[in-house]
């Protein structure tokens, strides 16, 4: 199965169960690029609009690309997002045609030179790139036992993959100027929220045998946290940027 093609069962669990990105994330994306109002985005690998609609949010216009069909039709309406069927690589999109190019989630899933490269087609002068990324914090109880639990079941190691992607990213020799921040972002999910997560995940078995003791064990890990019927899944989420010269 092709990237574009991993999430095709998994639109409606990843639109349900992924957590949104925190406003300090969205701060250091678009701070010094004068009122967001004026800001177009090209939110690439938008998925289901996660944070297309929180950049929309903020006033900027935002082109969602997006070349898996059943992500796009997954995704709530937004009137300030504009969704465009083509990937990373290919946006399809005018040359010097937007003032921030940010993938949430999704930078690993690219072929990594040729969408740097159209980052920086794509970007005006003075304009800035962004990856951000939800990842585990390991450091609360509940979110390290299911970082146990994924590890237990997963089945390729895209972990390390989008690991491995801000570093390419952080290094690519087109940028003036690099940054790389952690916020805290956490959020509440109930036993049917943490099974819709597992089910989101690419690299986790959302069907068969496997997966029913996946579920198991979610379920006896979600008993064990839980209070109120609750438990909290903590994350830091990172933000790699840079920006390209003024021209």
């Known amino acids: 199965m092709s990237f574009t093609e991993r999430f095709s069962g998994r639109a409606n669990d990843y639109a349900a169960a992924r957590p949104p990105y925190p406003d300090a994330a969205l701060d250091v994306l678009f701070d010094g690029l004068g ?6 985005v090209a939110d690439l690998g938008a998925g289901t609009g996660i944070s297309s609609r929180q950049l929309a949010a903020r006033g900027a216009l ?50 990594q030179p040729q969408a740097l490269d159209e980052m920086v087609r794509i970007l005006r002068p003075g304009g800035r790139a962004a ?7 390991e450091s609360d109880p509940f979110t390290a036992a299911y970082g146990d639990v994924v590890r237990k079941y997963a089945t390729d190691d895209t972990e390390r993959r989008r690991a491995d992607g801000i570093e390419v990213f952080l290094a690519f020799h087109a940028w003036v100027a690099k940054h790389r921040v952690e916020v805290r972002n956490e959020y509440a999910l109930d036993v049917e929220g943490v099974l819709a997560r597992a089910r989101s995940t690419s690299y986790l078995p959302k069907a068969g045998p496997v997966a029913d003791d996946l579920h198991r064990d ?17 994350m830091r989420t990172i933000v790699a940027s840079a920006d390209v010269g003024a021209g």
């Not at 009122?35 to 177009?40: A, I, L, N, R, Y």
């Not at 990373?88 to 949430?104: Q, R």
């Not at 990856?131 to 914090?137: I, S």
Request: no cysteine; net charge negative; charged share 25%.
């Open 218 to 234: 979610i379920r006896s890990l979600v008993a064990r946290f839980a209070r109120d019927g609750h438990v909290v899944m903590a």
């Open 35 to 40: 009122d967001s109002g004026e800001v177009t």
């Open 131 to 137: 990856l951000v990324y939800n990842e585990r914090d």
């Open 62 to 111: 935002v082109l969602a690309i997006e070349p898996n069909q059943a992500m796009r039709e997954a995704a709530e309406a937004h009137p300030r997002v504009e969704w465009i069927a083509a990937s990373a690589e290919h946006t399809g999109l005018a040359e010097a045609s937007v003032d921030l190019a940010a993938a949430f989630q999704a930078f690993h899933w690219f072929d």
